[in-house]
């Protein structure tokens, strides 16, 4: 299904990073001057480091190239014909050809001249050009002075100018009022807006709109949502449990720091380190939930150590790539073939990450963890008032169940038995007694249990108690046990090594409590103390609902037990009677106990009809558990009181420790500043230090791609020797300096940006202009480009009205098709997905639930990254699904019928008015005459067809959809798939 378009046609190309080099100068011309930085290094490190480079393991011939005193061991400088280097790189012979065919990496004809060249030249060595300080270079004299608005223009146009090139015109105002808005804030002007700076005419009238853009709390969201990718920002863990987490905190202050214009060496420092500052505020401890949001797996299939060093792994390669537009992650198996990094400098910098707790096991893994409360103050006074009122129903002394007298205190024992019980094979009552007990124990033989007669007997509702002496070799028993889990009846079990379940240790005593006997949902505890080993042991489970759970071995409680869960405030009633020396298998009793047990005593608070105070606690402890999931824990960084020591990992395997670094940087981006710790606080304060020239180079262009759409380097994530050249080196440089000059004043690089004449250029461009320049790397005209996946479903949302602006605050759930989720994730994640209410499930995409391992289709489809990793840039595909997407995604429909309904009710008159009204808000333009014409001719068109089927006319609005007064359902329906169409034009998707 094609997508319509009647705007304008638009040339898309493929950035070509030998045009890039091509665009930089014509470096292997025969009169040129060879840069080794720009022209040789790339070749040299995409065609030979990889077996003549550092990692000893892979290296040929014992012969390195990636250094000067290797590669003069094969050249003589001034003489290419005298050079072996030379000499094999243009070889014919397969035998002695340089890089060998079966390299599959050729180097070209210009590849060879230029290698040629540079030996003639005297092969100097140099450094690649990222690695070079930074210097602050005037801008260029230029000879077309009246173009130029502010000093980016200088450096573009003197580019321009030699390449016998000239600007293109400024764009109209209605595009460039677009243009602002979708650049500073990822929205669209209003009709409103477009007339009133087009009818502004005083000359600083595009500076006051900036200015006011700026300002907004959608710029800060426009800025966000480029840094969200950077932090691998989501609501959900990851990896296949993918369970929900509490990180929206962390994106709203983001969000703030944006709001408020925060110094980026600042932004950086907290967000790295904000809880080793001097008396940290709240505030500055929820910034470190940057490095918080790396996955985390949940459960029991993997190795915790491996896992925990994944984390790290994460954290490493994320400031790389982030803040240093390095790829240091290459370093963590061997040292990096193409950029100076060695695998022990990825290992200080794991040393540096290597302190953050990481506390306890399978489901219940986390890291450090911030207590924020609740939202409002009245849902803690509410909280309070219920924990009152349960410890006053506690302390009030309930009822038994009907027919259930015993159920107060129940024993077993040979002086005691229970005649009512049913017996199950033969257990005896003669048994040892423990020492200094009285009365004989009860036997059982493996095959033997006693049943309750009533399933209501023991259905606890409220604390219980089990305990008992025990005394057995049995690996796998339940003692006390009212669950089945293969029949979907689970309450509660207690016994030794968890009915063979993996997560237990055979004869280590395990017990679960579950408030859903469909699927568990509860608390499950794993004793540390070994109890089968044939000695007497007293033993005991005690559980408050919504509190706790503890094991009680020999008196005293297990304090290194593993808890998994929470404990619900419930538990679930079954009609499975509770069996002692058995649990259930499918309805039969099975997992049965063999040996002694003496004095069982099991007792708690039981609910039934004739005892309201049960009923009344069970109601109180679920409201209480209600407003408890509205508490905030938000997911922090911190750091353990004794350091970890660490290891370089041998091949980059966790478990394979080779010799012990010390936290540090980079050897070839200097140290840590003098008197800075050894920890994440003098990381973040070596990154924005100024004492090397990555982190400023990277920050400016990441500020440049977010307003012209672009980097001037094109692999924001790799400023290393395999990543794209700049293609405007002094003007990234102008703008690195300029940034850390202005007190790492990001604004005032934006505006500066914002501001210039090149932003303010037409993106049209000649046929001649394309076929020269295709991917706009001169920057001679604005470069068009499609809108992010947020901004697309953004766009629909404001244009049809729907659109919630508000800011902050909990992720939400637009609608999604039913039980998408349902059999892709465990029963301990999110589903069923259950959407926002209200107009909460229309607001911006930034605050869309952001589930790792299962994206929103829709902004997957116009690829939003899952976030699972950091992300530096997008890829952008343009794929006919994501027309299916524009014309039948429920959110775009529901858009369609909005904006249709919008442009009925505000706009009366005629067809023409309304349709110029459609275009005027979706693409802040009046349509020109023939597309006039093909819009009203699809409106009769749609109107013929849908008063011929009513029917079909209300399934194209759905049932709640505006009421317009006067507008019959069939009217309705053909304006909406106009407003589809539009919606869905190549120039709404798109930033011209």
């Given at each position: 299904?094609?997508?319509?378009?009647?705007?304008r046609?638009?040339?898309?190309?493929?950035?070509?990073?030998?045009?890039?080099?091509?665009?930089?100068?014509p470096?292997?011309?025969?009169?040129?001057?060879?840069d080794?930085?720009?022209?040789?290094?790339?070749?040299?490190?995409?065609?030979?480091?990889?077996?003549?480079?550092?990692?000893?393991?892979?290296?040929?011939?014992?012969?390195?190239?990636?250094?000067?005193?290797?590669?003069?061991a094969?050249l003589?400088?001034?003489?290419?014909?005298?050079?072996?280097?030379?000499?094999?790189?243009?070889?014919?012979?397969?035998?002695?050809?340089?890089?060998?065919?079966?390299?599959?990496?050729?180097?070209?004809?210009?590849?060879?001249?230029?290698?040629?060249?540079?030996?003639?030249?005297?092969?100097?060595?140099?450094?690649?050009?990222?690695?070079?300080?930074?210097?602050?270079?005037?801008?260029?004299?230029?000879?077309?002075?009246?173009?130029?608005?502010?000093?980016?223009?200088?450096?573009?146009?003197?580019?321009?100018?030699?390449?016998?090139?000239?600007?293109a015109?400024?764009?109209?105002?209605?595009t460039?009022?677009?243009?602002?808005?979708?650049?500073?804030?990822?929205?669209?002007?209003?009709p409103?807006d477009?007339?009133?700076?087009?009818?502004?005419?005083?000359?600083?009238?595009?500076?006051?709109?900036?200015?006011?853009?700026?300002?907004?709390?959608?710029?800060?969201?426009?800025?966000?949502?480029?840094?969200?990718?950077?932090?691998?920002?989501?609501?959900?863990?990851?990896?296949?449990?993918?369970?929900?987490?509490?990180?929206?905190?962390?994106?709203?202050?983001?969000?703030?720091?944006?709001?408020?214009?925060?110094?980026?060496?600042?932004?950086?420092?907290?967000?790295l380190?904000?809880?080793?500052?001097?008396?940290?505020?709240?505030?500055?401890?929820?910034?470190?939930?940057?490095?918080?949001?790396a996955?985390?797996?949940?459960?029991?299939?993997?190795?915790?150590?491996?896992?925990?060093?994944?984390t790290?792994?994460d954290?490493?390669?994320?400031?790389?790539?982030a803040?240093?537009?390095?790829t240091?992650?290459?370093?963590?198996?061997?040292?990096?073939?193409?950029?100076?990094?060695?695998?022990?400098?990825?290992?200080?910098?794991?040393?540096?990450?290597?302190?953050?707790?990481?506390?306890?096991?399978?489901f219940?893994?986390?890291?450090?963890?911030?207590?924020?409360?609740?939202?409002?103050?009245?849902?803690?006074?509410?909280?309070?008032?219920?924990?009152?009122?349960?410890?006053?129903?506690?302390?009030?002394?309930?009822?038994?169940?009907?027919?259930?007298?015993?159920?107060?205190?129940?024993?077993?024992?040979?002086?005691?038995?229970?005649?009512t019980?049913?017996?199950?094979?033969?257990?005896?009552?003669?048994?040892?007694?423990?020492?200094?007990?009285?009365?004989?124990?009860?036997?059982?033989?493996?095959?033997?249990?006693?049943?309750?007669?009533?399933?209501?007997?023991?259905?606890?509702?409220?604390?219980?108690?089990?305990?008992?002496?025990?005394k057995?070799?049995?690996?796998?028993?339940?003692?006390v046990?009212?669950?089945?889990?293969?029949?979907?009846?689970?309450?509660?079990?207690?016994?030794?090594?968890?009915?063979?379940?993996?997560?237990?240790?055979?004869?280590?005593?395990?017990?679960?409590?579950?408030?859903n006997?469909?699927?568990?949902?509860?608390?499950?505890?794993?004793?540390?103390?070994?109890?089968?080993?044939?000695q007497?042991?007293?033993?005991?489970?005690?559980?408050?609902?919504?509190?706790?759970?503890?094991?009680?071995?020999d008196?005293?409680?297990?304090?290194?037990?593993v808890?998994?869960?929470?404990?619900?405030?419930?538990?679930?009633?079954?009609?499975?009677?509770?069996?002692?020396?058995?649990?259930y298998?499918?309805?039969?009793?099975?997992?049965?106990?063999?040996?002694?047990?003496?004095?069982?005593?099991?007792?708690?608070?039981?609910?039934?009809?004739?005892?309201?105070?049960s009923?009344?606690?069970?109601?109180?402890?679920?409201?209480?558990?209600?407003?408890?999931?509205q508490?905030?824990?938000?997911?922090?960084?911190?750091?353990?009181?004794?350091?970890r020591?660490?290891?370089?990992?041998?091949?980059?395997?966790?478990?394979?420790?080779?010799?012990k670094?010390?936290?540090?940087?980079?050897?070839?981006?200097?140290?840590?500043?003098?008197?800075?710790?050894?920890?994440?606080?003098?990381?973040?304060?070596?990154l924005?230090?100024?004492?090397?020239?990555?982190?400023?180079?990277?920050?400016?262009?990441?500020?440049?791609?977010?307003?012209?759409?672009?980097?001037?380097?094109?692999?924001?994530?790799?400023?290393?020797?395999?990543?794209?050249?700049?293609?405007?080196?002094?003007?990234?440089?102008?703008?690195?300096?300029?940034?850390?000059?202005?007190?790492?004043?990001?604004?005032?690089?934006?505006?500066?940006?914002?501001?210039?004449?090149?932003?303010?250029?037409?993106?049209?461009?000649?046929?001649?202009?394309?076929?020269?320049?295709?991917?706009?790397?001169?920057?001679?005209?604005?470069?068009?480009?499609?809108?992010?996946?947020?901004?697309?479903?953004?766009?629909?949302?404001?244009?049809?009205?729907?659109?919630?602006r508000?800011?902050?605050?909990?992720?939400?759930?637009?609608?999604?098709?039913?039980?998408?989720?349902?059999?892709?994730?465990?029963?301990?994640?999110?589903?069923?997905?259950?959407?926002?209410p209200?107009?909460?499930?229309?607001?911006?995409?930034?605050?869309?639930?952001?589930?790792?391992?299962?994206?929103?289709?829709?902004?997957?489809?116009?690829?939003?990254?899952?976030?699972?990793?950091?992300v530096?840039?997008r890829?952008?595909?343009?794929?006919?699904?994501?027309s299916?997407?524009?014309?039948?995604?429920?959110?775009?429909?529901?858009a369609?019928?909005?904006?249709?309904?919008?442009?009925?009710?505000e706009?009366?008159?005629?067809?023409?008015?309304?349709?110029?009204?459609?275009?005027?808000?979706?693409?802040?333009?009046?349509?020109?005459?023939?597309?006039?014409?093909?819009?009203?001719?699809?409106?009769?068109?749609?109107?013929?067809?849908?008063?011929?089927?009513?029917?079909?006319?209300?399934?194209?609005?759905?049932?709640?959809?505006?009421?317009?007064?006067?507008?019959?359902?069939?009217?309705?329906?053909?304006?909406?798939?106009?407003?589809?169409t539009?919606?869905?034009?190549?120039?709404?998707?798109?930033?011209?």
């Amino acid at each position: 299904m094609r997508r319509h378009n009647i705007g304008r046609t638009v040339v898309r190309a493929v950035t070509a990073t030998c045009f890039a080099a091509a665009l930089a100068g014509p470096a292997w011309a025969i009169d040129a001057a060879i840069d080794f930085g720009r022209d040789v290094l790339p070749i040299l490190a995409g065609h030979c480091f990889q077996c003549h480079g550092s990692d000893e393991e892979f290296r040929k011939a014992d012969l390195r190239l990636d250094t000067a005193d290797g590669i003069a061991a094969t050249l003589v400088a001034g003489k290419p014909d005298e050079s072996e280097f030379v000499r094999r790189i243009e070889s014919g012979d397969p035998d002695e050809m340089m890089p060998p065919p079966a390299t599959k990496k050729p180097l070209s004809e210009e590849q060879k001249l230029i290698l040629r060249r540079w030996v003639k030249q005297g092969a100097a060595w140099g450094r690649h050009w990222a690695f070079e300080p930074t210097v602050r270079p005037e801008p260029p004299a230029v000879k077309n002075q009246a173009w130029v608005r502010n000093p980016i223009d200088r450096f573009v146009l003197a580019k321009l100018e030699a390449e016998g090139l000239a600007p293109a015109p400024e764009a109209s105002r209605e595009t460039l009022v677009r243009r602002l808005f979708l650049d500073l804030t990822g929205l669209p002007p209003t009709p409103g807006d477009v007339a009133a700076f087009v009818a502004d005419t005083k000359p600083d009238a595009y500076t006051r709109l900036v200015e006011r853009l700026l300002a907004s709390d959608h710029h800060a969201e426009r800025l966000a949502q480029q840094w969200l990718d950077l932090a691998r920002y989501a609501d959900t863990w990851g990896y296949s449990g993918d369970d929900p987490r509490t990180a929206w905190p962390w994106r709203d202050w983001v969000l703030e720091a944006f709001k408020t214009n925060m110094p980026f060496d600042q932004f950086v420092i907290e967000q790295l380190a904000g809880d080793l500052l001097e008396n940290p505020t709240q505030s500055q401890k929820i910034a470190t939930g940057f490095h918080a949001n790396a996955m985390m797996a949940l459960g029991n299939t993997y190795d915790y150590e491996e896992y925990r060093t994944e984390t790290i792994y994460d954290r490493v390669g994320t400031t790389g790539t982030a803040l240093l537009g390095l790829t240091v992650g290459c370093a963590r198996c061997h040292d990096h073939v193409f950029d100076p990094v060695t695998q022990k400098d990825y290992f200080k910098l794991f040393a540096i990450f290597n302190n953050i707790p990481h506390e306890g096991k399978y489901f219940g893994v986390h890291g450090p963890r911030l207590d924020l409360g609740f939202p409002d103050k009245s849902m803690e006074e509410k909280r309070e008032a219920i924990v009152a009122e349960i410890k006053r129903l506690e302390e009030t002394p309930a009822e038994p169940a009907a027919g259930a007298a015993s159920l107060a205190e129940l024993r077993i024992d040979g002086a005691k038995a229970i005649p009512t019980w049913k017996t199950i094979g033969k257990p005896a009552w003669d048994g040892e007694s423990p020492p200094d007990r009285q009365g004989a124990s009860a036997s059982f033989d493996g095959a033997s249990a006693l049943q309750a007669p009533n399933a209501a007997d023991f259905a606890f509702v409220g604390k219980f108690r089990i305990a008992c002496a025990i005394k057995t070799t049995d690996p796998v028993a339940d003692i006390v046990s009212k669950y089945d889990w293969t029949a979907a009846e689970r309450s509660f079990a207690f016994g030794i090594g968890g009915e063979g379940d993996r997560l237990a240790k055979p004869g280590f005593l395990c017990a679960w409590v579950s408030s859903n006997a469909k699927q568990f949902t509860g608390v499950q505890i794993f004793s540390s103390i070994m109890v089968a080993d044939g000695q007497w042991h007293d033993i005991a489970l005690e559980f408050e609902p919504g509190t706790s759970i503890r094991l009680v071995i020999d008196g005293k409680a297990d304090e290194a037990a593993v808890v998994l869960g929470e404990p619900p405030p419930v538990i679930a009633v079954t009609p499975r009677p509770i069996l002692v020396g058995a649990g259930y298998r499918n309805g039969q009793p099975d997992f049965h106990y063999t040996g002694l047990l003496h004095g069982l005593s099991i007792s708690g608070e039981v609910g039934s009809p004739t005892n309201p105070v049960s009923k009344e606690l069970k109601t109180l402890r679920k409201q209480m558990a209600e407003i408890d999931k509205q508490r905030v824990i938000a997911d922090v960084m911190a750091e353990l009181p004794q350091p970890r020591d660490t290891f370089i990992h041998k091949r980059g395997n966790y478990n394979a420790p080779g010799d012990k670094v010390e936290p540090g940087v980079p050897e070839m981006l200097g140290a840590l500043p003098a008197g800075a710790p050894a920890n994440r606080l003098g990381l973040a304060q070596w990154l924005v230090s100024g004492t090397h020239p990555l982190t400023a180079r990277v920050a400016a262009n990441r500020l440049w791609s977010a307003v012209m759409g672009v980097g001037l380097v094109r692999t924001p994530g790799d400023f290393g020797t395999r990543g794209e050249p700049p293609t405007h080196r002094a003007l990234l440089d102008w703008l690195a300096a300029e940034l850390v000059a202005s007190g790492w004043d990001q604004r005032h690089v934006v505006r500066l940006i914002a501001t210039s004449a090149a932003y303010r250029q037409s993106s049209d461009a000649s046929a001649e202009l394309v076929a020269r320049d295709p991917a706009n790397l001169l920057l001679a005209r604005a470069t068009r480009r499609r809108l992010d996946a947020e901004q697309i479903r953004d766009v629909a949302l404001a244009a049809s009205g729907l659109l919630n602006r508000s800011v902050g605050g909990p992720s939400v759930k637009p609608d999604m098709p039913a039980h998408l989720f349902d059999d892709l994730v465990p029963v301990q994640s999110d589903a069923p997905w259950k959407p926002s209410p209200g107009s909460a499930r229309h607001r911006r995409s930034l605050y869309v639930t952001w589930k790792r391992m299962l994206l929103n289709p829709t902004l997957a489809t116009f690829d939003a990254p899952s976030r699972e990793v950091c992300v530096a840039q997008r890829v952008v595909t343009n794929t006919p699904l994501q027309s299916f997407v524009l014309l039948n995604d429920h959110a775009f429909v529901e858009a369609a019928v909005a904006l249709a309904a919008r442009v009925l009710a505000e706009h009366p008159g005629d067809d023409s008015a309304r349709l110029d009204a459609a275009m005027r808000i979706v693409v802040s333009r009046s349509p020109s005459p023939r597309e006039l014409e093909t819009l009203g001719a699809l409106l009769a068109d749609m109107r013929t067809h849908y008063t011929a089927d009513a029917a079909a006319a209300q399934a194209l609005i759905g049932p709640k959809a505006p009421a317009v007064k006067d507008v019959p359902p069939p009217e309705l329906a053909a304006w909406t798939v106009v407003a589809s169409t539009v919606l869905n034009l190549d120039e709404a998707i798109s930033r011209q």
